[in-house]
């Protein structure tokens, strides 16, 4: 008998155990910069060059020496020859952006010239820089432009491409192993109708799945018999992976070795929590590798997955906390939760009149697979609360 | 001059008119599920079988005849056989999930008895049916599991897979032309210091990112001069995209041609927005074909895409609307908006003792690369707003 099984701890404090054991992943490579998107870099990066690399107008107008116009005024205007160079009194025409000539010290505006023939009349005065960007304005050669840790967005790549930065330094994915346990599990690949009594194993190609998502490459394993030998021997063989989920043997029965393994080969942090569903979960570390043991039950595992295996995951893979989309529901019935755990209720959203409905899900004990296809999201209780009311107003979790 | 720049299309109609003038992409292909996150369904799907296929036990315990075991109590116990079948008098031991025997009608928790060698006492009476799933329970046979339009998630999956379900019919990714405009332009893979006046065109490759983001396939096209004949010649080529993006070339200077090609090849819907930055945005439609055309300054552009790309190819590829990821912060300076505009404000978010601030950048006109690496996200102020105080709490929408 477990005895932290039995005393049951509080997902706050399990979740906050197993993220302090875990040490972000130091391995790095260089990517190039379009394969990037999410990705966290490992150095700050700095500016290879100037932006703008020439002084550039900031009006269209004509380049000109500001010397050479002092005093003019719509009522005193100067003449300018519009020229290719610049010399006393010639002038350039010059976009928005284009290259002021090195010659010239301003840009006069386009309304305030007239053009007649290859001349213009300059109606007014600017001084020495008006109208110029600077060599180095928007980015200083040399001036950190992302820092180390920074998660790339597309944005971010296109200011790297304009710097001519082709390939970045960034975090590798964290390698994920994922290990399914059972005796009456068969590989998805055995596509057949399972025979009577026996699963497939779906919960790898959805952990799989969702780990991808996060940041990280699966490593999907073959089925481990409930046998405490070849549970330990599978761990052992992924101890070189950055992060191990095991599926299943997680509960307190006698075949459920799970738990036991990662003790004796690591140090085992947390085995019961109050997560409902999702009790039997086990958190550990082993060799620096953490070990998340999710129940086998697909809906069980999700909340598990969810709870913990996400931000733990996120850690070692040097990524930030990736906020939960939520959206407010009115609940259409009441929800119960567990006293003393975090209950995580399905929802079915609906739309009615310009109103979002969140209506509770009853989930028979086996009853999950259809009421994960039904669900659009959890409903999060937390340990202190008793439930919601019909017609309360509450935040869902969208199931992503 | 255009009229329609001029009058200035508020951000709402605008969008409105350019979604209501978009048809859902009709294209379906097949596909693996392990490669469908994301992916929109485009018919229903429905249940090839049953789940559970075989009658599985809900509790750990023994299978049994409950006329065997009538009026059982602790007090008058009845002691069946252990077998490997079932026939009078005799049990069979399941565990949750497995088989039930045929000729057993119920289980019996392994609470309710006691082992005695290959004995058991039971000591409590069942009704028929009690602690079995039966035949279907879960998921009936021809039951739809998803509708058509359904975003596959990684949990949707796992169902799918569940059922024996390997491939599934989904919507074509949208196919997103990026037709970039500009005489300055220079191709990325040139990817020396482009010579003064001339910039690297690193539009294509942001606006490429974000569709893909967005569940659209992006086609790079070659940069086009700013030539009537030669923009409308390229945007004839990709009329068998199921979107284009034009970037560039949409102000009201004399050599911006593109929304007058939209307007002589189809139909111009909007030109000239009230949004800050991005206001010449042109939206139109040719031979049913959405087309976005986008201010060519990165920072503007990515407002433009954000605005109205993000809802639009979202629309064409038949997937749901994205909640934006927003943050509340405390302002550290004002922020003020231009009237009558939609003003996105780029904002650096900071963490200061557990608050988080956004803290307003003062963007030059030309300072746009620094601005984008810089703010985590956008504060979007209303047309009937005048800006925001310091000190106030706003939504910062992050920059995906």
Redesign the interface.
């Known amino acids: 008998m477990d005895r932290i099984m039995k005393e049951r701890t509080g997902v706050g404090y399990a979740k906050r155990l197993f993220l302090e054991a875990i040490m972000p992943l130091k391995r790095t490579e260089k990517a190039e910069i379009?394969d990037c998107?999410g990705r966290v870099i490992s150095s700050s990066i700095l500016a290879p060059?100037n932006?703008?690399?020439?002084r550039?107008s900031?009006m269209?107008g004509f380049a000109v020496r500001s010397a050479d116009i002092i005093g003019a005024s719509p009522t005193n205007p100067v003449m300018l020859q519009v020229s290719d160079d610049i010399e006393e009194g010639s002038s350039v025409q010059v976009s928005?952006?284009?290259?002021v000539p090195d010659e010239a010290d301003a840009v006069i505006m386009l309304e305030d010239t007239i053009s007649i023939g290859d001349m213009i009349e300059v109606r007014a005065q600017v001084h020495p820089g008006k109208n110029i960007?600077d060599v180095g304005?928007?980015?200083r050669k040399n001036e950190i432009?992302?820092n180390k840790g920074h998660q790339l967005?597309?944005?971010?790549?296109?200011?790297l491409?304009?710097l001519?930065i082709?390939e970045v330094t960034v975090y590798s994915k964290p390698v994920v192993a994922i290990l399914p346990t059972g005796n009456?599990l068969i590989p998805?690949k055995d596509?057949?109708?399972?025979s009577?009594?026996k699963?497939?194993d779906?919960?790898s190609?959805?952990i799989g799945?969702?780990v991808?998502?996060w940041g990280a490459e699966p490593r999907y394993c073959d089925i481990v018999s409930e046998d405490r030998d070849l549970i330990e021997e599978a761990t052992k063989n992924n101890l070189d992976a950055d992060f191990i989920v095991v599926s299943g043997g997680t509960s307190v029965?006698e075949k459920d070795f799970v738990p036991g393994v990662v003790a004796s080969l690591g140090k085992k942090l947390v085995h019961g929590v109050g997560l409902s569903p999702g009790k039997p979960t086990a958190l550990g570390i082993i060799d620096n590798v953490p070990v998340l043991c999710m129940p086998g039950y697909?809906a069980a595992g999700?909340v598990a997955l969810f709870a913990f295996g996400k931000p733990a995951i996120l850690k070692t893979g040097n990524l930030p906390e990736m906020?939960d989309?939520t959206?407010k529901a009115r609940l259409t019935g009441k929800i119960n939760s567990r006293e003393g755990y975090v209950s995580y209720a399905r929802v079915i959203l609906e739309e009615d009149s310009g109103q979002t409905l969140a209506r509770p899900l009853m989930t028979?004990?086996?009853?999950?697979?259809?009421s994960?296809?039904k669900s659009g999201g959890f409903v999060i209780i937390p340990e202190n609360v008793e439930g919601y009311e019909e017609g309360n107003e509450v935040d869902v979790v969208l199931?992503?």
């Open positions: 379009s998107v060059r932006v703008p690399h020439y550039r900031a269209d928005t952006g284009e290259y960007g304005e928007d980015v432009i992302f967005r597309a944005c971010d790549i296109a200011v491409a304009s001519g082709k009456d998805l596509n057949e109708v399972p009577p009594g699963t497939l779906i919960n190609l959805m799945l969702y991808t998502k029965g697909p999700l906020p989309l959206v028979a004990g086996a009853g999950i697979l259809s994960m296809a199931i992503e």
